[in-house]
Structures are given as structure tokens and as C-alpha cells.
């Protein structure tokens, strides 16, 4: 979750497995959205001697559409190139890392940028500078300071960061995954005729861990179309389609065209709505190719679980699942953007082409932090999720809340969601993430060391 | 699980892998075998990504890369269906006689 591992293929494939993608218009520079999609998921701090890279053969892309049809319009491209100074030694470094260019730093990546406007392909940034990853005090003694090295200025007002982070997406894996538990309501789970539990506070199972980030700051009006505030958003990395390994050389040979192999918008849409059996599937195809998936997002195997997995917590929700109506709710906010007039003074519909795009309408200013609510647009706060994502916005409470039908009144006002759906959550906050998120780009905290982590 | 589209190709991503490695050798063949037997070779067209821009990857180079490994995937050789990467390319043939012998070639 919100991404991670979710299909059986990419999960054996974590280089390319896109784990989180955020969209927001940046609180510190309103004038620009901030995108960031995380890959490389659960990375161990301590996980040396070859520590974490994003793949060179991997073509990684943060796709936006801003003419509401599920097709990318403006696509920024990332790839990467591995260089290692000396082979000699099996050292990752050979003594403090203090800047970008130390010559104790022995493997190395850079990138190039290029972004895609239609068919038009123009390199706005090349031989850039990632961070190391953070390793320990004797290794990169003033992380913050060196990563924060890595952030470049591309000119046309695009910022550009692409390294380790602390992973900033908290979600209690240990007890969703086992038979949908929320510890803090565990005391009403069925439990299968086992002994009963006992309510708990939840576990924050991607605390103390790393991602690999891609995030670029991009002035608004390089993005959305005059007269449609709302973007599309979504990420994807690819492989070509040949892999071949040479054992005469020791490495793998790729060849042939690129192939989407991983895709991420919405969080949670791949990982709980896709059954099994399509979700590699889905990783490889456009948005534009969702309408094939719509009934797996209004009629959820997840919604109809609540009842089943709660017994007697659920009544309302289980009559709606037993009436078999669509979750129209369900498909707006996910697959159309919510219309204007269903939500006072919102909107974030992209037409009707059925597509998973996080969508963020680039007219609602950023909210100021004290009256951000983690609930988003449930929490009365427009300014976050499902209108784009921000680091922060509690995605899994929300998403739990709208599958146990909290937002089925928006399109029928009889419906009365149940008591417990608006308080669902696995009991976790950002105050659940160890490292500080930033208030500046690229927003997400300073990655975890190995030297500190696991403790 | 193949998707739809893998699935009406008759080619999973996990077939392609192992037939591609299968086809190491047999690559090294075709470039051999290519120069003598390309005008009786019938190019069905190559595939291109989806979108020509997005999903492609500028800053490289498309096509063969000079010099580079050419890879041969025979699909079926009893059709002669045969799909050869090269680079960021590919191109799809159709050669009974070609696939043959390179069904031969490695028992």
C-alpha cells in the first residue's frame, strides 16, 4: 500500500514498482504544482553494501492530462545512469560523503529530464545529481545538507529532485493485511471463530523505511489548459521487452521497445479494488483503457467485506451491497473527478472518460497548515485528497470511509451511511512518521539512516 | 496472469523472457543468417509503443544501436512467426524456412 508490491509481477520487480504518487499546488510556491511518485518500496535503511538506485534500464515517467481524456499531455521523463568510480573495492564509499561531487562517494547516479508535450520531446535537465542514500554519521554526517544539493534548479521555473526519502505514507500493513483487521476497532472483528481481540492503537508498518522519490515542482500553467484548472495525474515505469542475461559479462542485456510495466494514480485503486488476477494487467495499460475495470470500482469486494468482517457494525452498508446499485460515488471521485454541484464550491471532473488520474484542480489554493485537515475533502479541506494528494492526507482513512459508504449521499441524499463508517481508520496519523516532513521541497522528510535504523 | 492484449498476442511477459533467453544464441545466428536470407524475409511491420512519445524514451537513441545485440524471439516455428529486437526497435517476421533453422540450430 498505498502501491507497494500490489501485483504479483512488479513485486518481484521493486526497481520499477511505483509505490505512492502526490499532486498538489505547492503551499510554499502557489504558483506551481509539486508531483512526486515514490518507487523502490520498504527499503531497509541498513540495506548495504549495494544500497538502494533506481534501475538504469528503467524508464520512469509522471504523466498529466489536462484535456480530460485518460491520454497523457505532458509527460516528464527520468532516466538514469549508474557510474561507479572505482571496481576495485567492494565500498560503496571510501570515506565521508560532504558533497554531490566527493571522491569518496564511489557509485554514483545522475539523470537526464526530458519533457513530452505531445510529440515534442525537449531535455530540460541532463547529467543531474542524485543524493547518495543516507547511510550512517560516519558516512554522510550532514545529510539534510547534501540532499538538499540534489535539488535542481532547471530554469523555466521547474524544480527538479530525484534520490532517497523517508517514506511519508503510513498505513498499518500488519493488520489490514491480516484478514482486514483495524486494530483500533479489532474488538468488533469477526475473527473466524478464533478468541477475540482487543481494541489497540495502530502500527505504522512503513515508519523507519525509505523510498526513492521523483519529485518536480512545475509552474501551473505549464500543465493545465486555459479555461480547465483540473489535471490528470499518474505515474508509470517501463522496461523493454527483452531481457537477456549474459553470463559471459556478468550483467543483463535489454532490448526492443519500452513496455509500461507499473502505473500509479489514485492510492489504493491497483492494491484493494483490482482483483488478483488483472492487476498486472492494469499496471500495463493507459488510464484511458479503465473502463474495462469499472465494476471492480462500483461494485468493491471491499465494500461488501465490511459487513462480513464487522458483523452488525455495517447494516446500511450491507443493504447496499445486497441491492447491487452502482457506487456511482466510488467512480466519481476515482475514475471522472467530482462534478460541480454535487460538493458547494468544488469540482475536479475531467469529462466522462472512465480513467484512474489523481485529479487536482490547480484553482483551489493550497490550505494553510493549521487548518489542513488529513481527511481532505471529507474533512471539508479542498485543498486535499481525492483533489490531488497531499504528503500528508490520510488516503487509507479515507478511502476506508468512502468504500463503508460515507460519500454515497452525494448521489443519493436517502442513504444513510453507518455510525462507524465516518470513524474508520487504522489509527494512524502523520505524527505515525518518525522523520519530519518538510515544508519546503521536495517535501517529503530526510530518509532514515542505516546506521540509526533498524534501532 | 497474461493480459488481454498478451493473451491475443499468445505471448505472456514471462514466455518473452524465457524465449528471448532461449534465443541468445539464435540471435547471433539471425544476424548471420539475416544478410544472406533478408530478401526472402517478409517484414509483417513493426509495433510501435502505443503513443509514439510518451512510453518511448528521448535522450536515447531509438533504433538499432550500432554495434548493439540483435535479439530474436521465435514465437511459433512451425508459423515462421519471429519478432527481432534490436535497440529500442522491433520488427515482426514471418519466415517458416528462417525459424526452421533456428529450431534446428539449437536441437
Redesign the interface.
Known sequence: MSSHREA??ISKDPVADSTDVYAFVSPDQPGTVTLIANYIPLQSPAGGPNFYEFGDDV?Y?I?VDNNGDG??DV?F?F?FTTRVRNPETFLYNTGPIQSLDSPNWNRRQTY?V?M?S????R?IG?GLACPPCNIGPLSTPDYGALAAQAVHHLGGGITVFAGQRAEGFYVDLGAIFDLGDLRPFEQLHATFGLPALKAVPGVNATNNVNVHSIAIQVPVSALRRSGHPTIGVWT?A?R??????DADNGEN?D???????SRLGNPLVNEVLIPL??K??WN???PSDDKRFLQYVTQPGLAALHPVLYPGVFPNLAALVKSSKPRADLQAILLTGIPSGIIADFTNFTGPVLADMLRLNTSIPPTPSARQSIFGLLGGDAAGFPNGRRVTDDVVAIELRALAGVTYPLIDKNFKPDAAAGQLTDGLTPASVHAPYLGQFPYLGVPYSGYNEPS | MPSQDEKRAGLSRRSLLQGAAAAGAAGLAATAIGAVASPALAATGSAPAPDQAHGQAPGRAHGRAPGGPIMVHVRDARSGDIEVFAGTSQTRLRDQDLAARIARSIG
Do not use: N
Not at chain 1, 523493454?240 to 542475461?245: A, C, G, K, M
Not at chain 1, 532490448?255 to 510495466?261: C, H, L
Open positions: 504479483p509481477e524508464l515517467e504523466h491520454r497523457a509527460s521523463q532516466r537526464d526530458t513530452v505531445g510529440f515534442s520531446a531535455a541532463t508509470t517501463s523493454q521487452r527483452v531481457r537477456l542475461w542485456v532490448s526492443g521497445p519500452f513496455r509500461q510495466v488476477g488483472h498486472d494487467q500495463s495499460l493507459p
